[in-house]
């Protein structure tokens, strides 16, 4: 999961990428926890995310075309027990969080904020060629040898859909701002995020740094 460690003020933000649904993680998860012992564990998912991960209820996750076929690509690879939802990253954390009595927040857009982004960003026909790319992806499935890379690639194909593009980056910014004013009072966070949103997320901390 490849950690990264940024300074950001008196704030030392730890920054752990995930493969969203992968079960070998959850160990991994709970060592970062354990061994960094922050003072806030932030998750990048919105912030009812939380809440609702924590009270799933066992009942099927309604997901998009493309959530399904990443998740079938990723079962080529790691077989159906190595895939699970809600995310074990996440679960882990939350629960692990709950139980050391750790702060735990969702620093991705809130329900409200998303859907002003998504209805800004996404138009009829961006909706159309992403129904083209679902088609397309359910045929040829996601490439890439590693779990890693059948993220990066499935985001990469999904970025090239402009309106798409923009929602993400969007999402981005929001985790930005939110790490920024958690670090204002936090010595410590731990922050568990898509490795499909590292990459730019940390590019932006160090800026700030």
Known sequence: ????????????????????????????????????????????????????????????????????????SLRKIVGDKGVKLPPPSFSTAIKVSDSKKIDIIGIDMDEESFTEAYTKNISTWQLFKRGRLEKSMSKAGIEGKTPEEIALNMESLIRELSGFAKLERARVKAMLTNLRVQSETRKKILAVIEISNVSELVVELKQES
């Open 1 to 72: 999961m490849n950690p990264q460690t940024i300074t950001l003020g008196n704030s030392e933000i730890r920054i752990l990428s995930t493969v969203k649904g992968l079960v070998s993680e959850s160990d991994i998860v709970e060592s970062e926890i354990e061994s960094f012992d922050p003072d806030l564990v932030a998750l990048g998912i919105g912030p009812e995310e939380v809440n609702g991960t924590r009270e799933w209820d066992g009942e099927p996750y309604d997901m998009s075309g493309w959530d399904e076929i990443y998740g079938l």
